[in-house]
């Protein structure tokens, strides 16, 4: 399994960006993926991820604001992030796993600038 980040930049507190993941390997659509992120100094953290199904869940802190989909034709999973804030800045990582071994992106940096 590959998984390919992208979609990350500088943009001003309240704007938008939607990254993308882009996934190699057989049966994408067969698993859920995640997004997490990391910010200096701080520990990964989950931040959505989506079921095979369809069905998402948020971290609290940007619940309402952040929005998991897929394309299991594209094998492709995006996070529309609005209503950005300084803490949302972090590198964002998409991830999957496979049994017990979780395979990451590459990272894509988010700087949101107050």
């Known amino acids: 399994v590959q998984l390919q980040a992208s979609g990350g930049g500088l943009v001003q507190a309240g704007g938008s960006l939607r990254l993308s993941c882009a996934a190699s390997g057989v049966a994408f659509g067969r698993y859920a993926m995640g997004w997490y992120r990391q910010a200096p100094g701080k520990q990964r953290e989950l931040v959505a991820a989506?079921?095979?199904?369809?069905?998402?869940n948020y971290s609290d802190s940007v619940k309402g604001r952040f929005t998991i989909s897929r394309d299991n034709v594209r094998r492709t999973v995006y996070l529309q992030m609005n209503s950005l804030k300084s803490e949302d800045t972090a590198v964002y990582y998409c991830?999957?796993?496979?049994?017990?071994?979780?395979?990451w992106g590459q990272g894509t940096q988010v700087t949101v600038s107050s």
């Open positions: 989506i079921t095979s199904g369809g069905s998402a």
């Open positions: 991830a999957t796993d496979r049994g017990s071994a979780r395979y």
